[in-house]
Protein backbone atom coordinates (compact mmCIF):
# COMPACT_ATOMS: atom_id res chain seq x y z
CA UNK A 1 0.00 0.00 0.00
CA UNK A 2 1.62 3.32 -1.01
CA UNK A 3 -1.06 5.49 0.40
CA UNK A 4 0.17 7.00 3.76
CA UNK A 5 -3.21 8.82 3.98
CA UNK A 6 -6.47 8.30 2.74
CA UNK A 7 -9.93 9.53 3.33
CA UNK A 8 -12.88 8.87 1.74
CA UNK A 9 -16.83 10.36 1.43
CA UNK A 10 -15.26 11.77 5.15
CA UNK A 11 -17.58 13.68 7.24
CA UNK A 12 -17.69 15.49 10.33
CA UNK A 13 -20.67 17.21 12.05
CA UNK A 14 -20.27 18.12 15.49
CA UNK A 15 -23.33 18.77 17.70
CA UNK A 16 -23.43 21.46 19.06
CA UNK A 17 -24.62 22.65 22.64
CA UNK A 18 -23.58 26.29 22.42
CA UNK A 19 -26.05 26.31 19.66
CA UNK A 20 -29.49 25.02 21.76
CA UNK A 21 -28.75 27.07 24.24
CA UNK A 22 -28.76 30.05 22.04
CA UNK A 23 -31.81 29.20 20.43
CA UNK A 24 -33.31 28.28 23.98
CA UNK A 25 -32.85 32.25 24.93
CA UNK A 26 -34.18 33.47 21.54
CA UNK A 27 -37.03 30.88 20.88
CA UNK A 28 -39.70 33.22 22.59
CA UNK A 29 -39.76 35.40 19.38
CA UNK A 30 -40.44 33.27 16.17
CA UNK A 31 -38.89 35.39 13.79
CA UNK A 32 -36.31 34.36 11.07
CA UNK A 33 -32.92 33.29 12.72
CA UNK A 34 -30.48 36.35 13.22
CA UNK A 35 -28.51 36.57 10.08
CA UNK A 36 -24.61 36.13 10.99
CA UNK A 37 -22.34 37.89 8.75
CA UNK A 38 -19.95 36.02 6.99
CA UNK A 39 -20.96 32.61 8.70
CA UNK A 40 -18.09 30.41 7.09
CA UNK A 41 -20.20 27.08 7.91
CA UNK A 42 -22.99 25.20 7.57
CA UNK A 43 -25.44 24.69 10.24
CA UNK A 44 -27.54 22.16 10.57
CA UNK A 45 -30.35 21.08 13.13
CA UNK A 46 -27.93 18.52 14.22
CA UNK A 47 -24.95 20.69 14.72
CA UNK A 48 -21.79 21.86 12.86
CA UNK A 49 -21.14 20.35 9.47
CA UNK A 50 -17.13 20.75 9.97
CA UNK A 51 -16.42 17.94 7.27
CA UNK A 52 -18.89 17.27 3.97
CA UNK A 53 -17.59 14.53 2.20
CA UNK A 54 -13.54 14.90 2.03
CA UNK A 55 -11.86 12.77 -0.46
CA UNK A 56 -8.11 12.51 0.45
CA UNK A 57 -4.89 10.61 -0.56
CA UNK A 58 -1.57 11.16 0.57
CA UNK A 59 1.55 9.65 -0.57
CA UNK A 60 3.93 7.31 1.58
CA UNK A 61 6.95 9.64 1.97
CA UNK A 62 4.99 13.31 0.52
CA UNK A 63 5.26 16.67 1.91
CA UNK A 64 1.07 17.34 1.49
CA UNK A 65 -0.66 20.84 2.86
CA UNK A 66 -3.43 21.69 3.69
CA UNK A 67 -4.52 25.10 3.44
CA UNK A 68 -7.80 26.75 3.99
CA UNK A 69 -9.43 29.83 6.23
CA UNK A 70 -10.12 29.87 9.72
CA UNK A 71 -12.94 26.85 10.25
CA UNK A 72 -12.76 25.41 6.60
CA UNK A 73 -12.09 22.00 8.41
CA UNK A 74 -8.34 21.96 8.88
CA UNK A 75 -8.46 20.56 12.40
CA UNK A 76 -10.95 19.08 12.31
CA UNK A 77 -8.98 16.49 9.33
CA UNK A 78 -6.05 16.22 10.94
CA UNK A 79 -8.47 15.42 14.42
CA UNK A 80 -10.05 12.31 12.48
CA UNK A 81 -6.67 11.16 11.12
CA UNK A 82 -4.61 11.06 14.44
CA UNK A 83 -7.60 9.60 15.80
CA UNK A 84 -8.84 11.63 18.28
CA UNK A 85 -11.90 13.24 16.43
CA UNK A 86 -14.43 9.93 15.64
CA UNK A 87 -15.96 10.86 11.95
CA UNK A 88 -19.97 10.94 11.97
CA UNK A 89 -19.68 8.66 8.59
CA UNK A 90 -17.35 7.93 5.72
CA UNK A 91 -13.72 6.21 6.00
CA UNK A 92 -9.58 7.20 6.58
CA UNK A 93 -6.72 5.72 6.77
CA UNK A 94 -3.66 6.07 8.26
CA UNK A 95 -0.41 4.25 7.24
CA UNK A 96 -2.68 1.35 6.04
CA UNK A 97 -4.65 1.27 8.72
CA UNK A 98 -8.40 2.16 9.61
CA UNK A 99 -8.21 5.24 12.16
CA UNK A 100 -12.00 4.43 13.51
CA UNK A 101 -10.71 0.54 14.11
CA UNK A 102 -7.26 0.21 15.00
CA UNK A 103 -6.75 4.14 16.72
CA UNK A 104 -3.90 2.10 19.31
CA UNK A 105 -1.96 1.12 16.14
CA UNK A 106 -2.42 4.22 13.92
CA UNK A 107 -0.77 6.47 17.24
CA UNK A 108 2.04 4.23 16.99
CA UNK A 109 3.12 5.79 13.43
CA UNK A 110 1.86 8.90 14.19
CA UNK A 111 3.47 12.38 15.63
CA UNK A 112 1.09 15.29 16.12
CA UNK A 113 1.74 18.87 16.66
CA UNK A 114 -1.18 20.07 18.00
CA UNK A 115 -2.67 23.91 17.11
CA UNK A 116 -2.73 24.91 20.86
CA UNK A 117 0.14 23.97 22.54
CA UNK A 118 -0.37 21.47 24.94
CA UNK A 119 2.55 20.29 27.10
CA UNK A 120 2.06 18.20 30.26
CA UNK A 121 2.33 20.70 32.65
CA UNK A 122 3.43 19.04 35.63
CA UNK A 123 6.76 17.79 34.06
CA UNK A 124 9.57 19.62 33.06
CA UNK A 125 10.49 19.99 29.03
CA UNK A 126 13.11 17.84 29.07
CA UNK A 127 10.29 14.94 31.21
CA UNK A 128 7.56 15.79 28.71
CA UNK A 129 9.63 14.63 25.90
CA UNK A 130 11.11 11.23 28.04
CA UNK A 131 7.63 10.17 28.96
CA UNK A 132 5.94 11.03 26.05
CA UNK A 133 8.53 8.59 24.53
CA UNK A 134 8.21 6.28 27.46
CA UNK A 135 4.53 6.04 26.05
CA UNK A 136 6.09 4.54 23.07
CA UNK A 137 8.23 2.36 24.54
CA UNK A 138 11.27 3.69 23.91
CA UNK A 139 13.79 2.97 26.71
CA UNK A 140 14.77 5.87 29.12
CA UNK A 141 18.55 6.57 28.15
CA UNK A 142 17.99 6.57 24.92
CA UNK A 143 14.72 8.69 24.91
CA UNK A 144 16.50 11.03 27.15
CA UNK A 145 19.84 11.31 24.71
CA UNK A 146 16.86 11.84 21.85
CA UNK A 147 15.54 14.39 23.73
CA UNK A 148 18.37 16.55 24.00
CA UNK A 149 19.35 16.32 20.79
CA UNK A 150 15.69 17.47 19.85
CA UNK A 151 16.01 20.03 22.35
CA UNK A 152 19.46 21.39 20.97
CA UNK A 153 18.11 20.92 17.10
CA UNK A 154 14.85 23.64 18.61
CA UNK A 155 16.63 25.66 20.67
CA UNK A 156 15.18 25.24 24.12
CA UNK A 157 18.25 23.39 25.69
CA UNK A 158 18.49 26.20 28.35
CA UNK A 159 14.90 25.22 28.85
CA UNK A 160 15.53 21.69 29.59
CA UNK A 161 15.06 21.76 33.42
CA UNK A 162 12.28 24.51 33.46
CA UNK A 163 8.42 24.12 33.88
CA UNK A 164 6.97 24.58 31.32
CA UNK A 165 4.66 27.30 32.52
CA UNK A 166 8.30 28.99 32.74
CA UNK A 167 8.06 29.05 28.52
CA UNK A 168 7.25 31.40 26.17
CA UNK A 169 4.22 30.82 23.64
CA UNK A 170 6.98 29.99 20.91
CA UNK A 171 9.19 28.13 23.12
CA UNK A 172 6.25 25.79 23.57
CA UNK A 173 5.15 25.05 20.39
CA UNK A 174 9.03 24.18 20.08
CA UNK A 175 8.30 21.22 22.71
CA UNK A 176 4.92 20.28 20.91
CA UNK A 177 8.04 20.10 17.76
CA UNK A 178 10.30 18.02 19.51
CA UNK A 179 7.45 16.07 21.21
CA UNK A 180 5.76 15.03 17.85
CA UNK A 181 9.31 13.83 16.30
CA UNK A 182 10.94 11.56 19.94
CA UNK A 183 9.20 8.50 18.94
CA UNK A 184 10.18 8.64 15.28
CA UNK A 185 6.99 8.89 13.58
CA UNK A 186 6.31 7.32 10.40
CA UNK A 187 3.70 10.23 9.51
CA UNK A 188 3.99 13.43 10.91
CA UNK A 189 1.07 16.09 11.55
CA UNK A 190 1.59 19.45 11.96
CA UNK A 191 -1.24 21.58 12.60
CA UNK A 192 -0.20 25.33 11.87
CA UNK A 193 3.46 24.46 13.12
CA UNK A 194 4.85 28.26 12.52
CA UNK A 195 2.29 29.63 13.72
CA UNK A 196 3.93 32.14 16.62
CA UNK A 197 7.37 31.39 15.99
CA UNK A 198 9.85 33.78 14.94
CA UNK A 199 11.32 34.28 11.71
CA UNK A 200 14.74 31.94 12.76
CA UNK A 201 12.79 29.36 14.18
CA UNK A 202 10.35 29.19 11.64
CA UNK A 203 13.13 28.61 8.84
CA UNK A 204 14.82 26.26 11.45
CA UNK A 205 11.77 24.27 11.42
CA UNK A 206 11.14 24.11 8.02
CA UNK A 207 14.99 22.89 7.82
CA UNK A 208 13.70 19.81 10.15
CA UNK A 209 11.09 19.14 8.12
CA UNK A 210 12.81 18.88 5.09
CA UNK A 211 15.11 16.70 6.59
CA UNK A 212 12.45 14.33 7.73
CA UNK A 213 10.82 14.50 4.09
CA UNK A 214 14.21 13.56 2.55
CA UNK A 215 14.11 10.40 5.24
CA UNK A 216 11.37 9.48 3.42
CA UNK A 217 8.62 10.57 6.46
CA UNK A 218 5.27 11.77 5.26
CA UNK A 219 4.38 15.28 6.33
CA UNK A 220 1.16 16.47 6.32
CA UNK A 221 1.06 20.34 7.62
CA UNK A 222 -1.67 23.02 7.21
CA UNK A 223 -0.80 26.39 7.29
CA UNK A 224 -1.71 30.14 7.03
CA UNK A 225 1.07 31.36 4.96
CA UNK A 226 1.28 30.98 1.31
CA UNK A 227 4.91 31.13 1.34
CA UNK A 228 5.63 28.34 3.48
CA UNK A 229 3.23 25.87 1.50
CA UNK A 230 4.36 27.16 -1.45
CA UNK A 231 8.04 26.28 -0.55
CA UNK A 232 7.91 23.31 1.42
CA UNK A 233 4.69 20.89 -0.11
CA UNK A 234 4.62 18.50 -2.57
CA UNK A 235 0.89 19.06 -3.24
CA UNK A 236 -1.20 21.48 -1.56
CA UNK A 237 -4.91 20.37 -0.65
CA UNK A 238 -7.39 23.65 -0.87
CA UNK A 239 -9.97 23.25 1.96
CA UNK A 240 -13.11 25.21 2.33
CA UNK A 241 -16.50 24.71 4.72
CA UNK A 242 -14.97 21.25 4.81
CA UNK A 243 -14.68 20.69 0.96
CA UNK A 244 -11.96 20.00 -0.97
CA UNK A 245 -11.48 22.56 -3.49
CA UNK A 246 -8.37 21.72 -5.62
CA UNK A 247 -5.66 19.32 -4.80
CA UNK A 248 -2.59 19.47 -6.88
CA UNK A 249 1.03 20.61 -6.78
CA UNK A 250 2.01 24.43 -6.15
CA UNK A 251 3.24 24.73 -9.69
CA UNK A 252 0.36 23.65 -10.98
CA UNK A 253 -2.26 25.37 -8.82
CA UNK A 254 0.07 28.52 -9.65
CA UNK A 255 -1.08 27.50 -13.68
CA UNK A 256 -4.61 27.44 -12.40
CA UNK A 257 -4.74 30.82 -10.82
CA UNK A 258 -6.79 33.01 -12.56
CA UNK A 259 -4.98 35.49 -15.36
CA UNK A 260 -4.33 38.86 -14.31
CA UNK A 261 -3.42 41.01 -10.93
CA UNK A 262 -5.98 40.71 -8.46
CA UNK A 263 -7.39 43.70 -7.72
CA UNK A 264 -9.34 44.20 -4.16
CA UNK A 265 -11.10 47.37 -4.08
CA UNK A 266 -13.10 47.79 -0.57
CA UNK A 267 -16.32 49.94 -0.33
CA UNK A 268 -17.79 51.74 2.14
CA UNK A 269 -20.92 49.36 1.60
CA UNK A 270 -22.02 46.08 -0.60
CA UNK A 271 -19.99 46.00 -3.78
CA UNK A 272 -22.74 43.93 -5.13
CA UNK A 273 -23.89 46.95 -7.64
CA UNK A 274 -20.49 47.63 -8.31
CA UNK A 275 -19.71 44.32 -10.30
CA UNK A 276 -21.43 45.36 -13.92
CA UNK A 277 -19.76 48.74 -14.42
CA UNK A 278 -16.66 46.83 -13.00
CA UNK A 279 -16.57 43.98 -15.78
CA UNK A 280 -16.96 47.18 -18.15
CA UNK A 281 -13.71 48.34 -17.09
CA UNK A 282 -10.78 47.39 -19.80
CA UNK A 283 -8.69 45.01 -18.97
CA UNK A 284 -10.36 43.19 -16.10
CA UNK A 285 -11.74 39.66 -17.14
CA UNK A 286 -13.69 38.73 -14.00
CA UNK A 287 -15.40 41.08 -10.73
CA UNK A 288 -17.16 39.60 -8.28
CA UNK A 289 -18.67 41.10 -4.97
CA UNK A 290 -17.58 39.50 -1.47
CA UNK A 291 -19.49 41.45 0.76
CA UNK A 292 -17.91 45.18 0.95
CA UNK A 293 -15.07 43.72 -0.92
CA UNK A 294 -14.79 43.95 -5.04
CA UNK A 295 -12.48 41.36 -6.73
CA UNK A 296 -11.96 42.35 -10.11
CA UNK A 297 -8.95 40.45 -11.94
CA UNK A 298 -6.89 43.14 -14.16
CA UNK A 299 -5.16 41.57 -17.30
CA UNK A 300 -3.24 45.31 -16.63
CA UNK A 301 -1.94 45.18 -13.07
CA UNK A 302 -2.63 48.29 -11.32
CA UNK A 303 -3.80 50.56 -14.46
CA UNK A 304 -7.07 49.15 -13.78
CA UNK A 305 -7.68 51.02 -10.36
CA UNK A 306 -8.91 54.35 -11.58
CA UNK A 307 -11.41 52.86 -13.79
CA UNK A 308 -12.33 50.83 -11.11
CA UNK A 309 -12.73 53.43 -8.67
CA UNK A 310 -14.92 55.60 -10.81
CA UNK A 311 -16.93 52.49 -11.73
CA UNK A 312 -17.55 52.04 -7.83
CA UNK A 313 -18.50 56.21 -7.50
CA UNK A 314 -20.63 55.86 -10.44
CA UNK A 315 -23.04 52.93 -8.32
CA UNK A 316 -22.55 55.55 -5.00
CA UNK A 317 -19.94 53.77 -3.66
CA UNK A 318 -16.92 55.35 -2.00
CA UNK A 319 -13.55 53.44 -1.86
CA UNK A 320 -11.94 52.96 1.25
CA UNK A 321 -9.36 50.26 0.77
CA UNK A 322 -7.51 48.87 -2.13
CA UNK A 323 -5.34 45.55 -2.49
CA UNK A 324 -3.17 44.27 -5.34
CA UNK A 325 -2.30 40.65 -5.59
CA UNK A 326 -0.22 39.15 -8.63
CA UNK A 327 -1.25 35.99 -9.53
CA UNK A 328 -0.21 33.56 -7.00
CA UNK A 329 -1.11 30.50 -4.87
CA UNK A 330 -3.05 33.67 -2.61
CA UNK A 331 -5.09 34.79 -5.63
CA UNK A 332 -5.87 31.07 -6.53
CA UNK A 333 -7.12 30.74 -3.06
CA UNK A 334 -8.82 33.94 -3.00
CA UNK A 335 -11.03 33.14 -6.21
CA UNK A 336 -11.87 30.14 -4.52
CA UNK A 337 -13.33 30.90 -1.98
CA UNK A 338 -13.69 34.62 -1.51
CA UNK A 339 -11.43 34.88 1.47
CA UNK A 340 -8.12 35.69 2.34
CA UNK A 341 -5.87 33.49 4.52
CA UNK A 342 -4.81 35.85 7.18
CA UNK B 1 5.42 -2.63 22.42
CA UNK B 2 3.02 -3.84 25.03
CA UNK B 3 0.05 -1.80 26.34
CA UNK B 4 1.53 -3.44 29.93
CA UNK B 5 4.83 -0.95 29.35
CA UNK B 6 2.67 2.05 28.41
CA UNK B 7 0.60 1.26 31.33
CA UNK B 8 3.77 1.27 33.46
CA UNK B 9 5.20 4.24 31.68
CA UNK B 10 1.97 6.36 32.62
CA UNK B 11 1.95 4.90 36.32
CA UNK B 12 5.83 6.16 36.35
CA UNK B 13 4.78 9.71 35.06
CA UNK B 14 2.10 9.63 37.85
CA UNK B 15 4.91 8.76 40.59
CA UNK B 16 6.83 11.09 39.14
CA UNK B 17 4.69 13.90 39.45
CA UNK B 18 2.86 13.01 42.90
CA UNK B 19 6.54 12.96 44.42
CA UNK B 20 7.03 16.10 43.61
CA UNK B 21 3.92 17.35 44.95
CA UNK B 22 4.01 15.18 47.68
CA UNK B 23 3.73 18.08 50.23
CA UNK B 24 0.71 19.24 49.04
CA UNK B 25 -0.47 15.83 48.76
CA UNK B 26 -0.26 15.49 52.46
CA UNK B 27 -1.59 18.79 53.19
CA UNK B 28 -4.45 18.26 51.11
CA UNK B 29 -5.50 14.55 52.61
CA UNK B 30 -4.10 13.73 55.79
CA UNK B 31 -4.99 17.81 57.25
CA UNK B 32 -8.56 17.09 57.80
CA UNK B 33 -7.95 13.55 59.08
CA UNK B 34 -5.40 14.80 60.98
CA UNK B 35 -7.70 17.66 62.67
CA UNK B 36 -10.54 15.88 63.31
CA UNK B 37 -8.14 13.31 65.42
CA UNK B 38 -7.06 15.86 67.53
CA UNK B 39 -10.58 17.40 68.16
CA UNK B 40 -12.85 14.11 68.34
CA UNK B 41 -9.97 11.96 69.15
CA UNK B 42 -7.70 13.89 71.55
CA UNK B 43 -9.60 16.90 73.17
CA UNK B 44 -12.68 15.82 74.10
CA UNK B 45 -12.30 12.53 75.58
CA UNK B 46 -9.96 14.48 77.64
CA UNK B 47 -13.11 17.01 78.26
CA UNK B 48 -15.25 13.49 79.40
CA UNK B 49 -17.33 15.37 76.33
CA UNK B 50 -17.13 11.73 74.91
CA UNK B 51 -16.68 8.24 75.88
CA UNK B 52 -13.61 7.08 76.05
CA UNK B 53 -13.96 4.12 73.95
CA UNK B 54 -15.26 6.53 70.85
CA UNK B 55 -11.45 6.68 69.85
CA UNK B 56 -12.43 2.82 68.89
CA UNK B 57 -15.05 3.97 66.35
CA UNK B 58 -13.18 6.95 65.53
CA UNK B 59 -10.35 5.36 64.25
CA UNK B 60 -11.24 3.03 61.08
CA UNK B 61 -13.49 6.00 60.34
CA UNK B 62 -10.79 8.45 59.90
CA UNK B 63 -8.42 6.27 57.79
CA UNK B 64 -11.28 5.55 55.45
CA UNK B 65 -11.80 9.49 55.55
CA UNK B 66 -8.21 9.94 54.74
CA UNK B 67 -7.94 7.22 51.66
CA UNK B 68 -11.42 8.47 50.77
CA UNK B 69 -10.27 12.27 50.20
CA UNK B 70 -6.90 11.00 48.94
CA UNK B 71 -7.91 8.64 46.45
CA UNK B 72 -11.12 10.94 45.08
CA UNK B 73 -8.80 13.97 44.72
CA UNK B 74 -5.52 12.52 43.22
CA UNK B 75 -7.68 11.24 40.41
CA UNK B 76 -10.70 14.19 40.00
CA UNK B 77 -8.29 17.51 40.54
CA UNK B 78 -5.38 16.68 37.98
CA UNK B 79 -7.83 15.42 35.55
CA UNK B 80 -10.29 18.45 35.72
CA UNK B 81 -7.37 20.48 34.35
CA UNK B 82 -6.12 17.58 32.16
CA UNK B 83 -9.95 17.93 30.56
CA UNK B 84 -9.56 22.02 30.94
CA UNK B 85 -8.94 24.82 28.14
CA UNK B 86 -5.07 23.42 27.81
CA UNK B 87 -6.11 19.81 27.51
CA UNK B 88 -2.92 18.55 28.99
CA UNK B 89 -3.92 14.99 28.95
CA UNK B 90 -3.45 15.12 24.80
CA UNK B 91 0.23 14.02 25.41
CA UNK B 92 -1.19 10.78 27.05
CA UNK B 93 -4.11 9.76 24.81
CA UNK B 94 -1.52 10.28 22.28
CA UNK B 95 -0.08 7.00 23.55
CA UNK B 96 -0.67 3.70 20.77
CA UNK B 97 -3.27 2.15 23.57
CA UNK B 98 -6.81 2.25 24.22
CA UNK B 99 -7.58 5.27 25.55
CA UNK B 100 -9.89 3.44 28.41
CA UNK B 101 -6.90 2.06 29.42
CA UNK B 102 -5.58 5.87 30.04
CA UNK B 103 -8.60 6.59 32.46
CA UNK B 104 -7.68 2.73 34.36
CA UNK B 105 -4.27 4.06 34.76
CA UNK B 106 -5.08 7.08 36.86
CA UNK B 107 -7.45 4.87 38.90
CA UNK B 108 -4.66 2.72 39.50
CA UNK B 109 -2.93 5.84 40.61
CA UNK B 110 -5.53 6.86 42.83
CA UNK B 111 -6.08 4.10 44.28
CA UNK B 112 -2.43 3.78 45.46
CA UNK B 113 -2.19 7.26 46.79
CA UNK B 114 -4.80 6.26 48.34
CA UNK B 115 -3.15 3.59 50.57
CA UNK B 116 -0.67 6.02 50.77
CA UNK B 117 -3.20 8.51 52.88
CA UNK B 118 -4.26 5.47 54.92
CA UNK B 119 -0.47 4.32 56.00
CA UNK B 120 0.50 8.10 56.75
CA UNK B 121 -3.33 8.50 58.47
CA UNK B 122 -2.31 5.38 61.12
CA UNK B 123 0.18 5.88 63.12
CA UNK B 124 -0.42 9.37 63.77
CA UNK B 125 -4.17 8.94 64.79
CA UNK B 126 -2.14 5.83 67.12
CA UNK B 127 -0.32 8.34 68.74
CA UNK B 128 -2.14 11.12 68.88
CA UNK B 129 -5.50 9.50 70.51
CA UNK B 130 -3.37 6.98 72.39
CA UNK B 131 -4.05 3.43 73.19
CA UNK B 132 -7.51 2.15 71.09
CA UNK B 133 -9.61 -0.64 73.16
CA UNK B 134 -9.84 -3.43 70.70
CA UNK B 135 -7.74 -2.07 68.17
CA UNK B 136 -5.80 -5.23 66.31
CA UNK B 137 -3.35 -4.99 63.87
CA UNK B 138 -2.12 -8.73 63.27
CA UNK B 139 -5.33 -8.07 60.38
CA UNK B 140 -2.77 -5.97 58.34
CA UNK B 141 -3.14 -8.03 55.24
CA UNK B 142 -6.88 -7.54 55.54
CA UNK B 143 -6.77 -4.08 56.52
CA UNK B 144 -4.42 -3.47 53.38
CA UNK B 145 -6.60 -4.97 51.36
CA UNK B 146 -9.79 -3.18 52.69
CA UNK B 147 -7.62 -0.01 52.18
CA UNK B 148 -6.84 -0.78 48.20
CA UNK B 149 -10.82 -1.62 47.87
CA UNK B 150 -11.89 1.53 49.36
CA UNK B 151 -9.70 3.69 47.08
CA UNK B 152 -10.67 1.76 44.62
CA UNK B 153 -13.83 2.71 44.74
CA UNK B 154 -13.14 6.54 45.72
CA UNK B 155 -10.57 7.14 42.60
CA UNK B 156 -13.07 5.82 40.54
CA UNK B 157 -15.73 8.17 41.66
CA UNK B 158 -12.96 10.55 41.52
CA UNK B 159 -12.80 9.76 37.72
CA UNK B 160 -16.65 10.06 37.25
CA UNK B 161 -16.22 13.39 39.22
CA UNK B 162 -13.51 14.51 37.16
CA UNK B 163 -15.08 13.51 33.65
CA UNK B 164 -18.16 15.32 34.92
CA UNK B 165 -17.50 19.00 36.05
CA UNK B 166 -15.20 21.52 34.67
CA UNK B 167 -12.89 23.59 36.63
CA UNK B 168 -15.25 26.34 38.36
CA UNK B 169 -17.20 23.42 39.92
CA UNK B 170 -14.51 22.15 41.66
CA UNK B 171 -15.40 24.39 45.33
CA UNK B 172 -19.80 23.49 44.66
CA UNK B 173 -18.40 19.45 44.32
CA UNK B 174 -16.47 19.34 47.52
CA UNK B 175 -19.52 21.50 49.19
CA UNK B 176 -22.31 19.38 47.41
CA UNK B 177 -21.02 15.99 46.73
CA UNK B 178 -17.86 15.31 49.20
CA UNK B 179 -18.95 17.11 52.70
CA UNK B 180 -21.97 15.64 53.16
CA UNK B 181 -20.63 12.42 51.66
CA UNK B 182 -18.03 12.63 54.69
CA UNK B 183 -20.28 13.62 57.35
CA UNK B 184 -22.93 11.08 56.59
CA UNK B 185 -20.45 8.04 55.88
CA UNK B 186 -20.17 6.16 59.24
CA UNK B 187 -17.00 7.20 59.53
CA UNK B 188 -17.60 9.31 62.36
CA UNK B 189 -19.96 7.10 64.31
CA UNK B 190 -20.45 3.38 63.86
CA UNK B 191 -23.67 2.31 61.28
CA UNK B 192 -24.73 0.32 63.89
CA UNK B 193 -24.65 3.34 66.07
CA UNK B 194 -27.69 4.49 63.42
CA UNK B 195 -30.13 1.81 64.88
CA UNK B 196 -31.54 4.63 66.82
CA UNK B 197 -32.35 6.60 63.48
CA UNK B 198 -34.11 4.16 61.05
CA UNK B 199 -34.37 6.59 58.28
CA UNK B 200 -30.95 7.26 58.45
CA UNK B 201 -29.48 3.67 59.03
CA UNK B 202 -30.88 3.13 55.47
CA UNK B 203 -30.86 6.04 53.86
CA UNK B 204 -26.75 6.41 54.13
CA UNK B 205 -26.36 2.83 52.53
CA UNK B 206 -26.10 4.84 49.09
CA UNK B 207 -23.07 6.51 50.67
CA UNK B 208 -19.92 4.58 49.52
CA UNK B 209 -17.75 5.54 52.45
CA UNK B 210 -20.25 3.52 55.22
CA UNK B 211 -18.93 0.18 53.73
CA UNK B 212 -15.58 1.27 53.55
CA UNK B 213 -15.58 2.62 57.10
CA UNK B 214 -17.57 -0.46 58.19
CA UNK B 215 -15.08 -2.51 56.51
CA UNK B 216 -12.14 -0.80 58.01
CA UNK B 217 -13.63 -1.25 60.84
CA UNK B 218 -14.06 -5.32 60.37
CA UNK B 219 -10.73 -5.20 59.54
CA UNK B 220 -8.70 -2.90 62.55
CA UNK B 221 -11.21 -3.65 65.57
CA UNK B 222 -12.89 -6.88 64.40
CA UNK B 223 -14.40 -7.35 68.54
CA UNK B 224 -16.55 -4.03 68.68
CA UNK B 225 -19.61 -3.96 66.27
CA UNK B 226 -19.34 -3.61 62.32
CA UNK B 227 -21.20 -4.43 59.20
CA UNK B 228 -20.31 -8.06 58.24
CA UNK B 229 -17.21 -7.37 56.45
CA UNK B 230 -17.98 -9.28 53.26
CA UNK B 231 -21.30 -7.21 53.22
CA UNK B 232 -19.37 -4.48 53.12
CA UNK B 233 -16.30 -6.02 50.58
CA UNK B 234 -19.33 -6.88 48.13
CA UNK B 235 -20.83 -3.22 48.31
CA UNK B 236 -17.42 -2.08 47.60
CA UNK B 237 -16.73 -3.79 44.56
CA UNK B 238 -20.07 -3.30 43.27
CA UNK B 239 -19.59 0.13 43.82
CA UNK B 240 -16.51 0.04 41.94
CA UNK B 241 -17.41 -1.53 39.18
CA UNK B 242 -20.40 0.81 38.39
CA UNK B 243 -18.48 4.09 39.11
CA UNK B 244 -15.75 2.69 36.71
CA UNK B 245 -18.43 2.20 34.39
CA UNK B 246 -19.91 5.35 34.40
CA UNK B 247 -15.93 7.29 34.80
CA UNK B 248 -15.01 5.21 31.72
CA UNK B 249 -17.76 6.36 29.73
CA UNK B 250 -17.13 9.95 30.48
CA UNK B 251 -14.04 9.66 30.12
CA UNK B 252 -14.27 8.38 26.35
CA UNK B 253 -17.39 11.23 25.70
CA UNK B 254 -14.36 14.12 27.15
CA UNK B 255 -11.54 12.72 25.28
CA UNK B 256 -12.70 12.30 21.84
CA UNK B 257 -14.67 15.22 19.96
N1 LIG C 1 -15.20 20.51 19.27
C1 LIG C 1 -16.01 21.18 18.44
N2 LIG C 1 -17.31 21.30 18.72
C2 LIG C 1 -18.14 21.96 17.87
N3 LIG C 1 -17.76 22.52 16.73
C3 LIG C 1 -16.46 22.44 16.39
C4 LIG C 1 -15.52 21.78 17.23
N4 LIG C 1 -14.30 21.86 16.63
C5 LIG C 1 -14.48 22.55 15.50
N5 LIG C 1 -15.77 22.91 15.33
C6 LIG C 1 -16.34 23.62 14.19
O1 LIG C 1 -16.01 22.94 13.01
C7 LIG C 1 -15.61 23.83 11.98
C8 LIG C 1 -14.24 23.45 11.48
O2 LIG C 1 -13.32 23.69 12.51
P1 LIG C 1 -11.76 23.38 12.38
O3 LIG C 1 -11.17 23.60 13.72
O4 LIG C 1 -11.59 22.04 11.76
O5 LIG C 1 -11.29 24.52 11.37
P2 LIG C 1 -9.81 24.91 10.90
O6 LIG C 1 -9.78 24.76 9.43
O7 LIG C 1 -8.80 24.17 11.66
O8 LIG C 1 -9.78 26.46 11.27
P3 LIG C 1 -8.56 27.37 11.81
O9 LIG C 1 -7.82 27.86 10.63
O10 LIG C 1 -9.27 28.49 12.49
O11 LIG C 1 -7.76 26.56 12.74
C9 LIG C 1 -15.69 25.22 12.59
O12 LIG C 1 -16.87 25.82 12.16
C10 LIG C 1 -15.73 25.00 14.07
O13 LIG C 1 -16.55 25.97 14.67
MG1 LIG D 1 -7.37 24.70 12.94
Known amino acids: MSDAIFTENLRKVYAAPS ?55 KTTTIGILTTRVTPTSGRAMVAGLDVTAAPDRVRQRIGVVPQRPNPDRSLST ?36 ARVDALSGGQQQRLMIARALIHEPQVIFLDEPTVGLDPQARHDLWEIL ?88 SERGGEAIPALITAAQSVGRVVTNIHLTRPSLESLFISMTGRKLD | MSPASVFWALLRRDARVARRELPSFLVRTIMQPVLFIIV ?33 QSVA ?3 VQDFGFTREIEDRLLAPIPIRLVAIEKVVSGALQGVLAACVVLPIARLIMGPIAGLHLPNAA ?101 FLAIGLRGFVRRSMS
Not at chain 2, 229 to 236: E, F, G, N, S
Request: hydrophobic letters at 50%.
Open chain 2, 142 to 242: LALGVTLLGSTVFASLGLVIGTAISATQIGLMFSIIVAPMLMFGCAYYPWRGLDAVPAFKYGVLINPLVYVAEAMRGALTPSLPHMPLWVACAAMVAMSAL
Open chain 2, 40 to 72: FGYLLPRMGFVQAGYTSALLPGIIAVSLTLSSV
Open chain 1, 210 to 297: RDLHAHGRTIVMTTHYMEEADQLCERIAIVDRGRLLACDTPERLKASAPGGTLVEVTLDGEAEAAVTPALAVAGVTRAEAHGTGLHAY
Open chain 1, 126 to 161: LENLVFHAAYFGIPLDRAEQHAVDLLKRLDITDKAD
Open chain 1, 19 to 73: MRRFRGLSSRGSGPPPIVPFAPVRTTDKGVVALDTLDLRVREGEFFGLLGPNGAG
Open chain 2, 77 to 79: LPM
